[in-house]
């Protein structure tokens, strides 16, 4: 298995709050992507990295922004919760961006109350 | 309309038959395909690449129809293991090449 690392995997909080997840890899993965999972929908592209300090916006960027300070690590940060934030959050990454597969990690669950 | 579409299920399939859907995608210029499973609270997998001459793996066949724009997904002699939800993905040019995801449709074998 790829070595991708989720922190923290279940998370309870409140409206309002900021929340950041953390996205581990030791592949050294140039790609790396944030998804949310919803019932009745696909996985949707949140943001993507790819390199150092280089992202860009995904389909559903709003209310979300992400870090990438190294290569190994992506970070990605609801400023202030809401309800509709609800989620289950994947991280994931691949070598290229064309036609290459992408590796997940195991998810994070986040209840925003 | 969703760019990629998919029957949910469930699909109640009994142990040893063979199951078979599909996954229609809107883009006709879509570029590359691929079916990914996904096991009950966990993480997607790959699970094979869809190519133009179809894709075979023991008992998955992957087919394209670019005409028809689908592409489909064959189980064999299915196990009580091939349990899950299984996704239809599709990506191209057009999309800046980040996935677009369908769904999902859920496979449940019964012994």
Known sequence: DAGITQSPRHKVTETGTPVTLRCHQTENHRYMYWYRQDPGHGLRLIHYSYGVKDTDKGEVSDGYSVSRSKTEDFLLTLESATSSQTSVYFCAISESLSVDIQYFGAGTRLSVL | ?111
């Open chain 2, 1 to 111: 309309r969703k760019e990629v579409e998919q029957d949910p299920g469930p699909f109640n399939v009994p142990e040893g038959a063979t199951v078979a859907f599909n996954c229609t995608y809107s883009n006709s210029a879509s570029q590359s395909f691929f079916w990914y499973r996904q096991d009950c609270r966990k993480e997607p997998k790959l699970l094979m690449s869809v190519y133009s001459s179809g894709n075979e793996d023991g008992r998955f066949t992957a087919q394209l129809n670019r005409a028809s724009q689908y592409i489909s997904l064959l189980i064999r002699d299915s196990k009580l293991s091939d349990s899950a939800t299984y996704l239809c993905v599709v990506t191209g040019r057009d999309s800046n090449y980040q996935l677009i995801w369908g769904a999902g449709t859920k496979l449940i074998i019964k012994p």
